[in-house]
């Protein structure tokens, strides 16, 4: 049986957040502060985070954001589940078999990564709902595809790098090498060459699966950033989780920009410290789509097929929380442009390199 913890919520910088990976298997019966007493009417729901965990200022902690909000306004009881180290598809399942087995309805996987474990467990449980984000090979009636335009927000990301950029060189830093990461380096690399066809994009990605750790270790996106810094890079976009905050302090340190992801990484407190450096983020509307899941179930007609989140609808998107950026006119004025073009069909953005 799993040992049952309750999570906090990790607001470090870099350092300290590589420690927070480490932890191996914790879950939580409740993730606010309600009372963790039973109570068999109430709707539970849980998740089971991606590589990096709770604590990740990106992509796991929107997810965590969407649950939070699903407690506060719904009254729904919240239940998390941490990722183990270098675990694999048997360890998801046996992680999401007790989330479903406890009574949580809608099980919602944060990653690609679920997909196997939620094909296997949503069959041995055809009457709960399982929410698996940025992945639609494995479908069911009770699955519902969680999906995103994330070249489309890469893309205006690439038009503010290029417009921003000083010496004509950005970076891009991929946190492992596969396909979904692949549509940011496609959206990213066509907006920048869209704005200024002279530009340098630089990418470089921090492993290869089935190693993945790009998506958890800081160490590893601060010394791709460095690089790239040395090779004159003045904005750096990281699409890599965890790993991202490490290429945000490498650029914040040399006084360039950083670019974040799938969270408004200006606003997250573990990055406080370097805030000023942070341009701009991609934002993936994660936190409405486990919210609406979750509120699907509850009003009794839950989701279930590809549920897509696109420029046009506001499910991705390009931060502007930075006074620095707003105030850059010629910048902001050739994201909106570009924004307009997608929505109306002008621009046709490339999911793959």
């Not at 089971?48 to 729904?76: C, H, M, P, T, W």
């Amino acid at each position: 049986m799993r040992r049952i913890t309750r999570i906090t919520t990790v607001g470090i910088a870099s350092a300290a957040l590589a420690l927070s990976a480490t932890a191996c298997g914790k879950s939580s019966t409740d993730s606010g502060s309600s009372s963790s007493s039973t109570d068999s009417k109430a709707t539970k729901a849980a998740i089971a985070y991606d590589i990096g965990g709770r604590g990740d200022q990106s992509f796991n902690d929107a997810a965590y954001a969407g649950l939070k909000k699903a407690e506060d306004e719904l009254g729904v009881k919240g239940a998390e589940a941490e990722p183990s180290e270098g675990e694999g598809d048997a360890d998801k399942v046996q992680r999401l078999t007790a989330l479903a087995r406890a009574g949580n309805n809608p099980v919602i996987g944060v990653g690609f990564a679920y997909a196997p474990a939620i094909e296997k467990v949503a069959k041995a449980y055809p009457k709960t709902t399982f929410g698996l984000i940025d992945d639609t090979s494995k479908t069911g009636p009770n699955i519902a595809n969680l999906v995103f335009n994330e070249e489309q927000g890469s893309y205006l990301a690439g038009v503010a790098a290029a417009k921003a950029s000083k010496t004509g060189t950005v970076g891009f830093i991929g946190g492992v090498e596969v396909p979904l990461i692949k549509k940011f380096e496609a959206g990213f690399a066509q907006g920048v060459k869209d704005t200024n066809p002279k530009a340098k994009v630089l990418v470089q990605y921090l492993t290869q699966p089935p190693n993945f750790d790009g998506f958890s270790k800081p160490d590893l996106g601060k010394a791709a950033a460095e690089g790239q810094l040395d090779k004159g890079a003045d904005v750096i976009y990281a699409a890599a989780g965890l790993a991202g905050s490490g290429s945000i302090e490498a650029a914040a340190t040399a006084g360039k920009w950083a670019i974040g992801v799938d969270s408004d990484q200006y606003n997250q407190a573990g990055l406080a410290s370097y805030k000023d450096h942070i341009l701009t983020s991609v934002t993936k509307d994660v936190s409405d789509s486990v919210f609406n899941v979750i509120k699907s179930v509850k009003d009794g007609k839950p989701q279930s097929g590809e549920i897509r989140y696109g420029l046009a609808t506001d499910g991705v998107g390009l931060a502007d929380s930075n006074p620095a950026y707003k105030k850059m006119t010629d910048v902001t004025a050739a994201v909106e442009k570009a924004k307009k073009d997608i929505v109306d069909g002008k621009i046709t953005v490339k999911t793959a390199p």
